[in-house]
């Protein structure tokens, strides 16, 4: 055996269409692209969505609904999940700075406390909103919320 009688197994790899080639191989002339036209022609490439001049969907299809530029949104954090995270780290005190460390929220997040779950340690919490079951958990264990003002950092 040697470099020039290495060929792979049978069938491992397609034969694939060699255009172009004169022809006697069945795929010169036109190389299977056709006769005139914008996709016969080297470089052709079609925008996004093109459907050969006919409307496209994305423009047939109507506008719907609304969406609110003043729209302000919240990383919701359950007490459950804090309950996890005082278990973990043995905080006493939760902050936004705290959940972002954690991988719970992104850097720029507004977080919002949410109800699920329960909380047994008295812990502080920090954050920008709370829903009021959240603020009943929290307060039940003996904590304290303290929201954060959304333009501060």
Same mark, same amino acid.
Request: proline share 4%; aromatic share 4%.
């Given at each position: 055996?040697?470099?020039?009688?290495?060929?792979?197994?049978?069938?491992?790899?397609?034969?694939?269409?060699?255009?172009?080639?004169?022809?006697?191989?069945?795929? !010169?002339?036109?190389?299977?692209?056709?006769?005139?036209?914008?996709?016969?022609?080297?470089?052709?490439?079609?925008?996004?969505?093109?459907?050969? !001049?006919?409307?496209?969907?994305?423009?047939?299809?109507?506008?719907?609904?609304?969406?609110?530029?003043?729209?302000?949104?919240?990383?919701?954090?359950?007490?459950?999940?804090?309950?996890?995270?005082?278990?973990?780290?043995?905080?006493?005190? =939760?902050?936004?700075?705290?959940? =972002?460390?954690?991988?719970?929220?992104?850097?720029?997040?507004? =977080?919002?406390?949410l109800g699920r779950g329960e909380l047994t340690?008295?812990?502080?919490?920090?954050?920008h909103q709370f829903s009021k079951s959240a603020t009943a958990a929290?307060?039940?264990?003996? !904590?304290?919320?303290?929201?954060?003002?959304?333009?501060?950092?």
């Open positions: 055996m040697n470099l020039s009688n290495l060929t792979p197994a049978s069938g491992s790899r397609k034969q694939r269409k060699r255009v172009g080639r004169g022809e006697g191989s069945g795929h !010169g002339g036109t190389s299977t692209r056709g006769h005139k036209g914008a996709k016969s022609r080297s470089g052709y490439k079609s925008k996004i969505g093109f459907e050969g !001049g006919q409307m496209p969907l994305q423009r047939r299809v109507p506008k719907f609904g609304f969406t609110n530029p003043n729209r302000v949104e919240y990383k919701g954090i359950n007490v459950d999940t804090l309950q996890a995270l005082i278990e973990k780290t043995g905080l006493k005190a =939760v902050t936004p700075a705290d959940l =972002v460390a954690n991988g719970l929220a992104g850097k720029h997040d507004l =977080v919002k406390i340690t008295g812990v502080e919490v920090s954050a929290i307060e039940g264990a003996g !904590g304290k919320c303290s929201t954060i003002d959304r333009f501060e950092k």
